[in-house]
C-alpha cells in the first residue's frame, strides 16, 4: 500500500491509510519490518521497534535498499576486532569465500538435480546434466585456488551457468515467466524481478543474523568493502540463495500462485511487482520460514527461518575460536 503509514499503539504496530486502521499486530510477534515504496513510520513506531529488537528497512519499489533502523549494537568489540583482523588476512579471507562458494555450486546443482529427478519427461535432461556436470568441474577448481579472485572468478562462471538452465524449471506460465539472463537494477522480466525481491527479503534476515550474533555485516571475506554495502551479509547470502529464494520462486511460478498480470513493466523495461503480487510473496516466504529441515552440522531438526542465524553463529563460534572451521549450509 503506497499510502499506508506504520504508527505504534503500546505494544502494537499498527498500518494505517487516511488515518484508518487496516492492521494491527503485536510487536513480540515480529522478527523484522521491510517497507517497499515510502511509507511512513512514526517516531513513537522507531522507538518501539529500537527497543524490542525489530530491525525497520526501507526499500524502493525496486527492492533497492534506502536505510535500517535498529537498536543497540550487541555483542562484544573482542570478537569484531578479530573479524575485521580476519578480513586483512589473505589466508583466512580465501577459504572462507571457498567455503561460501562451494556451498553456493553444490546447492545451485542439487536444485537442478531436483529438476531432473522429478521431472525428467518434461525438462532438457542432458542440458541440465552438461550444466551440473561443470558445475562440479568449478567446484574442483575451487577447491584447488588460493586466489581470491579466481575464487570471484568461478563464482560468477557457475552462477552464469547455473541460470543458463533456470528456465527448465519452469514448467508451468512458461510463455510470461522466463529469464533473459540474470539482471538487476532494475529487473528486466518478471522471474528476475520474483528473485531480486527474494533476495532482498533473504539479505534483510541474513543481516539481521549477523547482528544478533555480534558480527560486523559489512566486514566481509568473499565480498569487497564498500560503504554501505552489507559485504558479510552477502557472503553468507551465497550459500542461502538456492534453497531459500530460487526454489521458492519457482515453486509459486509452477503452482500458478502468482500470475503475470500481477507484475509491471515500466516504459525503460524495468519489472515491478504491484502491491498484491507483493503481498502474496510476503506471505509464502513467511510460510517457508516455517518449513522444517535437518540442519546438516547440528543434525537436528530446524525451522528453514532460524538458519540464517544457526550459519551467523556457527561462524561467529569459528571467529571466537570454538569451531575448528566454517561448515556452510548444504542443501540435502
Known amino acids: 500500500m503506497p499510502d499506508a503509514y506504520l504508527a505504534r499503539d503500546g505494544e502494537n504496530v499498527l498500518i494505517k491509510t487516511e488515518n484508518e486502521i487496516k492492521f494491527r499486530i503485536p510487536v513480540h510477534n515480529l ?33 533497492k535498499f534506502m536505510g535500517r533502523i535498529t537498536g543497540k549494537v550487541s555483542g562484544n568489540i573482542l ?33 537442478l538435480h531436483r529438476a531432473v529427478r522429478d521431472h525428467p519427461e518434461t525438462v532438457d535432461t542432458n542440458l541440465l546434466t552438461d550444466i551440473m556436470k561443470n558445475m562440479a568441474i568449478m567446484a574442483k577448481k575451487l577447491d584447488k585456488t588460493d586466489d581470491l579472485n579466481v575464487v570471484r572468478g568461478l563464482e560468477g562462471q557457475a552462477a552464469n551457468l547455473y541460470f543458463s538452465g533456470f ?46 550474533v555480534g558480527l560486523d555485516p559489512q566486514a566481509g571475506f568473499l565480498h569487497r568493502d564498500r560503504p554501505g554495502r552489507q559485504s558479510l551479509a ?11 529464494a530460487d526454489r521458492l520462486a519457482v515453486t509459486l511460478i509452477n503452482r500458478n500462485q502468482i500470475n503475470p498480470s500481477g507484475f509491471i513493466i515500466k516504459e525503460n523495461g524495468a519489472v515491478i511487482m504491484d502491491d498484491k503480487t507483493r ?25 528453514l527461518g532460524l538458519v540464517p542465524y544457526i550459519q551467523a553463529m556457527l561462524l561467529a563460534r569459528h571467529i571466537r575460536g570454538d569451531l575448528e572451521d566454517y561448515p556452510p549450509f548444504f542443501w540435502k
Not at 510463455?175 to 518478471?190: A, E, I, Q, S, V
Open 31 to 63: 522478527e523484522g519490518i521491510v517497507c517497499f515504496g515510502f511509507a511512513g513510520a512514526s517516531p513513537g513506531l522507531m522507538h518501539l521497534c529500537c527497543e524490542r529488537g525489530v530491525a525497520l528497512s526501507f526499500l524502493t519499489e525496486y527492492g
Open 79 to 111: 570478537l569484531r576486532k578479530k573479524q575485521y583482523r580476519w578480513t586483512e588476512n589473505d589466508i583466512i579471507t580465501v577459504r572462507l569465500a571457498k567455503r561460501f562458494i562451494l556451498a553456493k555450486i553444490i546447492n545451485g546443482r542439487a536444485v
Open 234 to 244: 552477502l557472503d553468507v547470502m551465497e550459500e542461502l540463495r538456492p534453497h531459500f
Open 167 to 212: 528456465n527448465q524449471l519452469i514448467l508451468n506460465q512458461k510463455d510470461d515467466f522466463f529469464m533473459t539472463g540474470r539482471n538487476r537494477r532494475p529487473p528486466l522480466d518478471r522471474v528476475n524481478a520474483l528473485i531480486s525481491f527474494l533476495y532482498t527479503l533473504l539479505t534483510h534476515e541474513v543481516v539481521a543474523a549477523l547482528e544478533s
Open 279 to 303: 503481498k502474496e510473496l510476503l506471505i509464502a516466504w513467511q510460510k517457508r520460514k516455517q518449513e522444517e529441515i535437518m540442519h546438516p552440522f547440528l543434525e537436528e531438526k530446524v525451522s
